[in-house]
């Protein structure tokens, strides 16, 4: 009886679920507001000028 009192359960089925993997490194910012990182200088906004900024290297070419 108490199966059939209960609804029919419906299921949906988990996609595959793709995580980013991203490498995190600290850099600090220069004076003139850029950050380098692997042979490569990025600006920084102002507010991180001279500060320490967190890197996320994405491993496909973006950071």
């Known amino acids: 009886m ?4 209960r ?3 419906t299921l949906v089925p988990v996609t595959a679920i793709t995580f ?3 490498e995190q490194h ?3 910012g ?7 990182f692997e042979a490569n200088r990025y600006t920084v906004p102002f ?3 001279s500060s320490i900024v ?4 994405e ?5």
């Open 59 to 63: 491993k496909n070419g973006s950071l």
């Open 7 to 9: 609804k029919e359960e």
């Open 26 to 28: 600290q850099r600090k």
């Open 54 to 57: 967190e890197v996320q290297d």
């Open 30 to 36: 220069s004076s003139d507001g850029y950050v380098s």
């Open 20 to 22: 980013a993997h991203a």
């Open 47 to 49: 507010p991180y000028i």
């Open 2 to 5: 108490p199966a059939e009192m």
